[in-house]
Structure formats: structure tokens, C-alpha cells
């Protein structure tokens, strides 16, 4: 699969990749950093600067004020933070096995973290040119596709950051028309987030995963539409 050649945004466009320490992050980041089109990529983790902390709001204002003055507005926010495992605890099987510290990390590193980054970063998109602002969900944060339970605190954490996805869209296309807010499902990529529990079914690599997912960003803003779609581009239900 080749990379998607984003000719809906403007030539020169900015990208910037949150989480770019991460399978996917850093797999998207290099499908940016060799696109032509794409003048400037800045990458946003733990492990570069300016200094970051998914869980330290002053960090990410601050890292949002240094990337602006950097380089301006960004064409193309990507989010590819978020956990499945914390702590050592992995996904919940039965009700029995709720913890309520588990469930309150869960909601912090995959809800408020990323209703965050969209607080502070939202503003780096520019007011009139085509832009999206992405963020990795998950298939399981579907309430109306939920059919095997289980896995409480991701699915509830994935359902709050997509309910937060859908109101910001509305917030943003105030001042923002032509942005589209898109919630991504990534499939069973193999990262070391999904190895102990896909048991050696994965639908495809880190690269392929990030050619598919920029692939769905570029088709969106296309054509102006928003919403929780998955990595073939099929829209899911919230």
C-alpha cells in the first residue's frame, strides 16, 4: 500500500504526531516524514522535546505553546497515545475483577489525556485551511457493538474519549469549518500494546497500519466528514 499524497491539504502542509514513541505513533510519523508534501513534522512523547506527561496538564500546555512558536499551525494533529495494560493489570474479564484504581488510570491515560491534548493543541489548527485532528480509539469503545462484554475499563474509557471526540467536533467547526475530528480504530496492529493478547492474530503491521489510518484522514477530509471509522475506512457505530 503507498502513502496517501494528502493533495486536500495545502502544499507545504505541517503535521505534528502525539505518542510518537509508540507502535503506531512512530509508524505514522515516518509515513509523514516521507511524505513530499509534508514541510514540517513535529513529534510530541515522552522521550523528546519539549518535555511531556499525558497525565500533567502544565506539560501539555506548555509542550503546545513550544510547538506553535516552533512552528506555527499544523495542518494534521495526530494522537497516538493510550494504554491497555496499567500497572501490570490487563483487561478486565468479569466484574469481578474490577479495580477502581485500575478504572480511574484507564479513564486518565485514555479519556482525559486525550480531552487534553484537544483543549490545548485544537488551537494550533489553522482557522480557514482544510485540517483534522485524529485520535486513536478502539472498536471495543462501541457501545452499540459491544456483543463479548468484558474489558470494562478500556471500553468505558474508549466510549468517554469518543463521546469527548463528538462533542469537540461541534465546538471546533465554530471557528473552524473546514476541520474534521476523527475518532480511528487501528485494527490488531502488532505493537507491544496488543502482543500478549491477540495471540498471534494480527491484522496487520505497524507501516500498513499507518498507511491505512492516513489513508481514512485523507479521505475524510476530502470529503468534510468527521466521526469513528476504522482503519479500512468503514465508519463504526458510537
Avoid at 471495543?140 to 459491544?146: A, H, P, Q, W, Y
Wanted: with cysteine; glycine share 8%; charged share 25%.
Amino acid at each position: 500500500m503507498t502513502a496517501p499524497n494528502f493533495r486536500i491539504f495545502k502544499d507545504g502542509f505541517k503535521a505534528l504526531v502525539i505518542g510518537s514513541s509508540g507502535g503506531i505513533g512512530a509508524a505514522v510519523a515516518g509515513v509523514l516524514e516521507a511524505t513530499a508534501r509534508c514541510s514540517e513534522l513535529a513529534r510530541l512523547s515522552r522521550t523528546e522535546r519539549p518535555d511531556f506527561d499525558l497525565l500533567d496538564e502544565d506539560s501539555i500546555a506548555r509542550a503546545a505553546q513550544i510547538l506553535a512558536s516552533r512552528h506555527g499551525q499544523f495542518h494534521l494533529v495526530f494522537d497516538a497515545t493510550g494504554a491497555l495494560s496499567l500497572d501490570g493489570a490487563g483487561p478486565e474479564k468479569t466484574m469481578a475483577a474490577l479495580d477502581p484504581a485500575v478504572m480511574a488510570k484507564s479513564y486518565a491515560v485514555n479519556a482525559i489525556g486525550p480531552a487534553l491534548l484537544l483543549k490545548h493543541f485544537h488551537e494550533t489548527l489553522p482557522r480557514k485551511d482544510k485540517c483534522v485532528f485524529a485520535t486513536l480509539s478502539a472498536r471495543v469503545g462501541s457501545i452499540e457493538d459491544n456483543r463479548l462484554g468484558g474489558w470494562y475499563s478500556y471500553r468505558a474509557a474508549k466510549a468517554a474519549l469518543n463521546q469527548i471526540f463528538k462533542s469537540a467536533a461541534i465546538e471546533i467547526a465554530r471557528k473552524r469549518p473546514n476541520a474534521v475530528c476523527l475518532a480511528l480504530h487501528p485494527g490488531t496492529v502488532e505493537t507491544n500494546l496488543t502482543r500478549q493478547y491477540a495471540r498471534g492474530r494480527f491484522t496487520h503491521s505497524r507501516r500498513d497500519a499507518a498507511l491505512q489510518l492516513l489513508a481514512v484522514v485523507d479521505d475524510c477530509a476530502r470529503k468534510q466528514e468527521g466521526g469513528f471509522f476504522a482503519y479500512d475506512g468503514s465508519r463504526i457505530p458510537w
